[in-house]
């Protein structure tokens, strides 16, 4: 029997699994833009992606799974890799100008992107009434987003801006996998590309953007440490076996959650404005996500 055949309908064990991943999520981008005051953002990215390489290299190595079928897939591998690189110089930048909840809200709306993507370049991916619907829902909630005026002073257009192209890249990469050979490889396999390609572009590019230290403190390097091990690394192998277990559709459906909980930490944390403005666009993309997400 097949690995598809056999995964199951969402139960409280893999819901609850799916609500720490998402917390998970959401608690990192406070943690980027914390760990942006000790080093430069692109810097911060490479170094994130050597770390969690380690941490997936190491697992690999004790589980004893072997990624020779990467061979096959250079070409789809280093597209993914580059979209990865591209996705997280921008999404670091926009965490270093604009505001968590702003900056969260907009990079979340990925399935958006990926959904309008896909009605016109993947068989079977039509937009159907009921996620066109969600759509346009997501998309008015960003642009409320954008010009909330309660929040929008303490944001910065060009952070936004970033945040979106961020997004349009995380699409670009589910894309990606759906049209190479990469899809032919294990989910590590994937991953290893991502974390690999975008470890040797975002160091290499790095001093490009400016000075890469900026006096950076211990509360920093755990940020940094934190960001490589437990999110990247532990955080997506954990993600990646309950995609395994779990249908696809009913994992998806969970993807609202994070930027709901990261507007929530951006506030609590950080103490960033979060007027009725802001959780009006974000209940707004929060419903389209989960539209866009029905089968």
């Not at 996705?87 to 505001?99: G, K, V």
């Not at 702003?102 to 993507?117: D, E, G, H, N, T």
Request: hydrophobic share 60%; net charge positive.
């Amino acid at each position: 029997m097949s690995r598809m055949t056999t995964r199951r309908a969402m139960d409280m064990a893999g819901a609850a699994g799916l609500f720490g991943f998402s917390t998970l999520l959401a608690f990192n981008q406070v943690v980027i833009k914390v760990t942006n005051a000790g080093f430069s953002p692109v810097f911060a990215a490479g170094l994130r992606s050597v770390i969690s390489l380690a941490v997936i290299g190491l697992w690999l190595l004790l589980r004893r799974r072997s990624l020779g079928a990467m061979r096959r897939s250079v070409g789809g591998g280093l597209l993914v890799g580059l979209f990865f690189s591209a996705e997280f110089l921008m999404l670091f930048t926009a965490l270093d100008l604009t505001t968590v909840a702003r900056a969260s809200i907009i990079f979340y709306s990925m399935p958006v992107w990926l959904a309008l993507a896909a009605h016109f370049v993947l068989p079977g991916e039509r937009l159907s009434p009921v996620r066109a619907l969600g759509l346009g829902l997501a998309m008015l909630g960003v642009a409320w987003a954008l010009y909330d005026p309660g929040s929008q002073g303490f944001g910065d257009w060009r952070g936004e801006a970033l945040a979106l192209a961020a997004a349009l890249c995380w699409a670009g990469i589910a894309l990606t996998l759906r049209l190479s050979r990469v899809s032919e490889i294990p989910p590590e396999g994937q991953l290893v590309w991502q974390l690999a390609v975008s470890a040797l572009v975002l160091t290499a590019v790095a001093p490009l953007f400016g000075p890469v230290l900026r006096a950076p403190e211990a509360l920093h390097v755990t940020g940094l440490v934190f960001q490589g091990v437990a999110v990247s690394g532990l955080g997506f192998l954990a993600w990646l076996f309950l995609l395994s277990r779990y249908r696809a559709s009913d994992v998806a459906a969970f993807s609202f959650l994070s930027p709901v909980l990261a507007v929530g930490m951006g506030w609590a944390l950080l103490d960033e404005p979060v007027g009725p403005g802001l959780l009006g666009a974000l209940a707004l993309v929060a419903v389209g996500v989960v539209l866009i997400n029905r089968r």
